[in-house]
């Protein structure tokens, strides 16, 4: 068995971005890419927003194109899942039984959303793969009505979309504002004021505690006793890193697959994108960070360490997300957490548009902003030049 390929496990847009970035770095050895999913092209974001809405077609939800792909000169083993790695003797399981052997790995297998026993009808809907976007914009018409379990990213995304076709919608969380992990109280809060003037209404402090299928609809019971109905239900209380595979392997899980500074997870096996866990240099602790830009950063990161051109410093890309709700554009950069306290730069949290950096111990660590690009840009220069000051010895 020769050990000459870099085998990539997970396809979609860490696996692919590595795939690429090493070629780009003058990487001329085999590239071994495997999916589970026989089509892990398509982009995620625009599935909560413009590809739910109907205002993108299909072509140009994926991320390349089938010529795009093939000059890269990889090969594609889609629909096969990883079952197994042997770090010993470097080589991974393929599900129907073959091994692969690699000269290294790159573990980009992403998350899975997650789905409660007592919320897991046949027809509640998940969001992840393009698939479930086509089922679940079915119901997207404004005789319709929707209800949302957990008012996370995806979770009010997917209000926003019904909401602006019409549908009624109401959202169920269980933490008193929407987003408070993400972007704490204040932010969260404004975050419901938009959707609530927008006619969305939340359940907030609630939990949902069994759910029926009711004709064609669904039946959602709180933890008050509240009984709520709708034609569809979307449940989007969070997601799993996909570690299964590496059961028995000896490579160390902690929600994700832990990682060192360097993305390094053991000799010759590297990790990107949603699945990693890594010590963040200047989060001073280690973070998981389910975020697009991240999962590209890090790919190309990883592909610079294989190809022997690069990544001698640890990782340490300041994470960016965005997230679009009606003609709001979120965007933070940085560590936002819910104890920090609100630094306004421009505007005010009820404005059409505002900035404000996260200050903890009187120091910069996050800047959100909606529809205020330029602002969102100087705070992430001082978030960046305040967290490494903190770094300095
Ligand atoms: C609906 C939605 C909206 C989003 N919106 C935003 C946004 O607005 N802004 C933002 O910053 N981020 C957003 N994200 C997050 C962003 O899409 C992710 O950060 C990104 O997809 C991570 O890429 P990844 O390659 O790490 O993982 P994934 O995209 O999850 O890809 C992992 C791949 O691994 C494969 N795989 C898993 N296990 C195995 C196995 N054992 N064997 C073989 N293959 C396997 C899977 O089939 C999958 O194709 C959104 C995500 C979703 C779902």
């Avoid at 051109?309 to 709700?325: C, H, I, N, R, V």
């Avoid at 200050?359 to 992430?380: E, I, S």
Wanted: proline share 5%; charged share 25%; aromatic share 6%.
């Amino acid at each position: 068995m020769s050990h000459d390929a870099v085998v990539i496990v997970g396809g979609s847009l860490a696996g692919l971005h590595t795939a690429e970035a090493l070629r780009g770095e003058n990487w001329t050895g085999p590239i071994v890419v495997v999916d589970a999913d026989d089509e892990p092209r398509f982009d995620r974001p625009p599935m909560s927003k413009e590809y739910l809405a109907g205002t993108v077609p299909d072509q140009k939800l994926l991320l390349r194109d089938r010529a795009r792909l093939d000059g890269l000169g990889a090969t594609w083993l889609l629909g096969q899942a990883v079952t197994a790695v042997e770090p010993a003797r470097r080589v991974v399981r393929l599900a129907d039984g073959r091994e692969l052997a690699y000269a290294d790995l790159v573990i980009a297998t992403g998350v899975s959303p997650i789905l409660p026993r007592a919320l897991a009808v046949p027809s509640a809907h998940l969001l992840r793969r393009k698939a479930d976007a086509d089922r679940l914009r079915q119901h997207l018409r404004p005789d319709r009505s929707l209800i949302v379990i957990g008012a996370g990213f995806i979770g009010l995304e997917v209000a926003a979309t019904f909401r602006a076709a019409g549908a009624r919608v109401d959202v169920v969380e269980a933490l008193a504002t929407p987003l408070l992990r993400q972007v704490g109280p204040q932010v969260g809060g404004a975050l419901r004021r938009i959707h609530e003037r927008a006619g969305v209404v939340f359940h907030l402090g609630r939990q949902a505690t069994s759910v029926t299928e009711q004709g064609d609809g669904v039946a959602v019971t709180l933890d008050d006793g509240a009984r709520l109905t709708a034609d569809a239900l979307l449940v989007a209380v969070g997601s799993v890193p996909g570690t299964a595979f590496l059961e028995g392997s000896g490579l160390e899980v902690a929600d994700g697959v832990v990682a060192d500074g360097h993305l390094q997870v053991a000799p010759y096996v590297h990790a990107a994108g949603d699945v990693v866990r890594w010590p963040h240099p200047l989060a001073g602790r280690s973070v998981r960070i389910e975020h697009w830009m991240t999962a590209i950063e890090q790919a190309k990161y990883v592909a610079k360490r294989i190809a022997g051109t690069g990544g001698d410093e640890p990782f340490a890309a300041l994470p960016y997300f965005w997230s679009d709700q009606y003609d709001r554009k979120l965007q933070v950069h940085g560590f936002p957490s819910a104890d920090a306290h609100l630094e306004l730069l421009d505007g005010d949290l009820d404005a059409d548009r505002f900035a404000a950096v996260y200050l903890v111990d009187g120091r910069a660590t996050a800047v959100v902003a909606v529809n205020h690009p330029r602002q969102v840009l100087a705070g992430r220069r001082r978030v960046l030049a305040e967290l490494a000051l903190q770094e300095a010895p």
